[in-house]
C-alpha cells in the first residue's frame, strides 16, 4: 500500500454558503470527518457560467468560496495531518449538468476557443493557489464530458497548469466515459464518478452488490491498460434511501420510499472490498461532507450523501483506520 499512490478520502464542503469555511462549525464538521482515518480531502471550489452554452466562467460573490476561505480551509486540513486535492468545479446557473457544456465546431465558430480561453484562466489561477499553498493534488474537471471531446485544447490546458503547479494533477470524468478522451495520457491520475448502479429492482443486497463491482473493476484495469495511468475513484457516494445503489447518482429525495441506512453501508463495505487492494487504484475522495453539520440526532432524518451519524460512517472509519 505505501508503494502507490492512495487516498483515503472524503469530499467536503460543496455548495458551502458565504462565509461557512471561516466558522467554527466548519472546523468541527472536517475535524469530524478526519476523525475518520483520512489522509487527504478533496475541497471543492465552485466557479460559474450563465448556462450550458454560455462561453465565460466567473466567481459569483456569495456563491464561489473566496480565496480566504480556501486558504484557511487548506491550512486547517494541514494542521489535521490531512493531505489536499484542490477541485475547482464549473457549474452552470441554469442547473444545467457540467457535462451538458458543449458547443457547434462548424468552421468559422470561436466558441470553443472563447470558452477556453476562458477555462484556462480559471485553472491556471487554481493551480497557482494550489503550488503555494502546497496542496498536493488538483484536480483539473469534473465531469466535463463535452470539454473531454476537445482533446488538443485540453491538452494545452494541461501543460499551462503543469507550468504553474508540480503537485499531482488529476482529472474527474464520469463513469462510463473511460474510453472516450485520447488525452487523458496527459494527466497523472484518471479519476472516476464511480456511481454505478451495483442493484435493481430485482436483484438487492450486499451479495449483488459484490458480484456487480467485479464487472465495475474489470472496466477499471481497462482503463488503466488503456492510458497506462492509476485511476481512482475521484467521486462515489449513495444516498441513504431504499433502492438508490440503483441509481447512485441521482440526489432526487423520493419520500415514497423508506430511509435505508444499511444500503449505504453496504455500498461503502463492498465498494472498499473490490477496490482496496488493486495494485492500480488510487483511492477515493467520497461524495460530500457538509462544512457545517447538524446536530448528530438530527443526521438520521436526512437522505443525503454524507454519511455523517449514519451506519456507513462507521464502515468508512473501520476501512479508513486499516494501515
Known sequence: ????????????????????????????????????????????????????????????YGRTQSDEEVVHAVKLAKSLGLKVCL???????????????HFPTEEGTTYWDDWFSSYRNFMNYYAEMAERLGCEML??????AGMDTQA??????????????SGIVMH?????????????????????????????????GAGVMRERWKRVTEGLEACHRHYGKPVMFAEIGVRNEEGCTAYPWDFH????????????????????????????????????WKAVLPPEEEAKKNRDFTVYGKQAEKVL?????KA
Not at 484536480?139 to 466535463?144: P, V
Open 172 to 204: 474527474n470524468i464520469n463513469h462510463g466515459d473511460e474510453f472516450k478522451s485520447s488525452w487523458l495520457d496527459a494527466v497523472d491520475v484518471i479519476g472516476i464518478s464511480g456511481y454505478y448502479p451495483v442493484t435493481d429492482a430485482g436483484h438487492r
Open 253 to 288: 429525495n423520493r419520500p415514497e420510499k423508506a430511509a435505508d441506512e444499511q444500503e449505504q453501508a453496504d455500498f461503502y463495505m463492498t465498494a472498499m472490498e473490490a477496490t482496496w487492494d488493486l495494485p492500480y487504484f488510487a483511492g477515493y475522495f467520497w461524495w460530500d
Open 152 to 165: 488538443e485544447r485540453c491538452r494545452r490546458m494541461i501543460a499551462e497548469v503543469r507550468e504553474r503547479y
Open 87 to 101: 477541485k475547482p468545479m464549473v457549474n452552470c446557473l441554469d442547473r444545467s449538468w457540467r457535462a451538458r457544456i
Open 139 to 144: 484536480c483539473t474537471g469534473c465531469e466535463m
Open 1 to 60: 500500500m505505501s508503494d502507490r499512490l492512495f487516498c483515503k478520502g472524503y469530499t467536503w464542503g460543496f455548495f458551502s454558503g458565504p462565509g461557512e469555511w471561516l466558522t467554527e462549525a466548519a472546523e468541527a464538521s472536517m475535524r469530524r470527518l478526519a476523525s475518520n482515518g483520512l489522509d487527504w480531502i478533496c475541497l471543492t471550489v465552485n466557479a460559474w457560467q450563465e448556462t450550458f452554452y454560455s462561453t465565460r466562467i466567473f466567481s459569483l
Open 317 to 321: 472509519k473501520q476501512w479508513y483506520s
